[in-house]
């Protein structure tokens, strides 16, 4: 009876309305990029584009999938993307498992965590470290330093922390040790917050710009965001290998776009199917009746 009263129709209603205008609102940015770099030279320069190209032609994406530069920044990003997730997610989890036992000292242990949350170092002195470790220019210096997210760490504790103990005690009963007992149990039962963070621990790394902009002194060896970065903030446009002789077809606002929608692709591709993940993930701290 519930579902049928007139005010839960009424805010059914409401939130759907609300719900589709932000999500129209949302995607539009993107559908005017994509028109962007499908239209011609002329009708983007003059403004013409909106959400349907005008003039309709891929140059713009042929000449960006043939510049190194572009394909050896996107290779990187994907290599780090890959790797810092990897690594990130076995730091978490074995520190998060670690964390959410029994054992003397373990509050000390917590709060130094968090206090790493509240206080660091510092922009120089992360550099000066960085530089004195010759990790300058090469990939371990996108990985290294945020290998250890402490908020990924708190929150996969905390869900650690929910999971029966009974059920390691018969496992420990039957003879299995803590990392068998981590493997065949915990990893299991928290599938749905593995995914989460690894979503968030790889949006991080696919998207982070300001670090390889500051640790790499060499631009052929910039991730993907700090690449495109550099070419839409910087208007530095000597990476997208424009010639004179093609500037009758091509232009600086459909190159742009082109390597935009290619450089959020990935994303929007491995999200849906971490989608069903995700959600559970949001709500695994939900009190259920």
Same mark, same amino acid.
């Given at each position: &009876? ?19 205008? #932000?999500?129209? @609102?949302?995607?539009?940015?993107? =559908?005017? =990029? !994509? ?10 320069? !003059?403004?013409? /584009? ?5 003039? %309709? ?16 920044? @996107? /290779? ?10 990897? @690594? ?9 498992? *670690? ?8 509050? %000390? ?5 968090? $206090? ?19 990790? *300058?220019? *090469? ?17 996969? &504790?905390? %869900?650690?922390?929910? #999971? ?11 003879? !299995? ?22 979503? $968030? ?16 002194? +060499? ?5 993907? !965001? ?9 208007? +530095? ?5 424009? +010639? ?24 929007? @591709? =491995? ?6 993940? %995700? /959600? ?6 939900? =009190?259920?009746?």
């Amino acid at each position: &009876m519930y579902h049928k009263t007139i005010g839960y129709r009424w805010f059914t209603v409401t939130n759907t309305l609300l719900l589709t205008v #932000i999500s129209i @609102l949302c995607i539009l940015p993107l =559908v005017h =990029v !994509a028109a962007v770099s499908f239209s011609s030279s002329s009708a983007a320069t !003059a403004n013409q /584009v909106f959400f349907w190209p005008v003039g %309709f032609t891929a140059e713009a994406y042929s000449r960006t999938l043939t510049n190194p530069l572009f394909l050896r920044s @996107l /290779v990187l990003s994907m290599e780090r993307t890959l790797s810092g997730t990897l @690594l990130s997610m076995a730091l978490t989890v074995t520190a998060a498992y *670690t964390l959410s036992r029994s054992f003397y000292g373990r509050g %000390f242990y917590s709060w130094f965590f968090v $206090f790493t949350m509240l206080f660091n170092g510092g922009l120089i002195p992360t550099y000066m470290l960085v530089t004195q470790l010759h990790l *300058t220019n *090469t990939l371990w210096v996108l990985i290294l330093p945020s290998a250890v997210n402490v908020f990924n760490t708190i929150l996969m &504790m905390q %869900f650690f922390r929910a #999971i029966p103990k009974e059920l390691e005690e018969a496992a420990s009963i039957d003879g !299995a040790g803590y990392l068998r007992s981590l493997i065949t149990i915990y990893l299991p039962l928290s599938l749905p917050s593995l995914a989460t963070l690894s979503l $968030f621990s790889m949006v991080w790394h696919w998207n982070s710009w300001f670090d390889g902009l500051i640790y790499m002194t +060499d631009y052929r060896k910039y991730p993907l !965001a700090t690449f495109l970065q550099t070419i839409i903030q910087g208007g +530095d446009m000597r990476n997208t290998n424009i +010639d004179p002789g093609q500037l009758q077809i091509l232009s600086e606002r459909t190159v742009r776009s082109a390597q935009i929608l290619i450089g959020a692709l990935p994303i929007l @591709l =491995v999200y849906p199917f971490l989608q069903r993940f %995700f /959600v559970q993930g949001l709500t695994m701290g939900a =009190v259920k009746e």
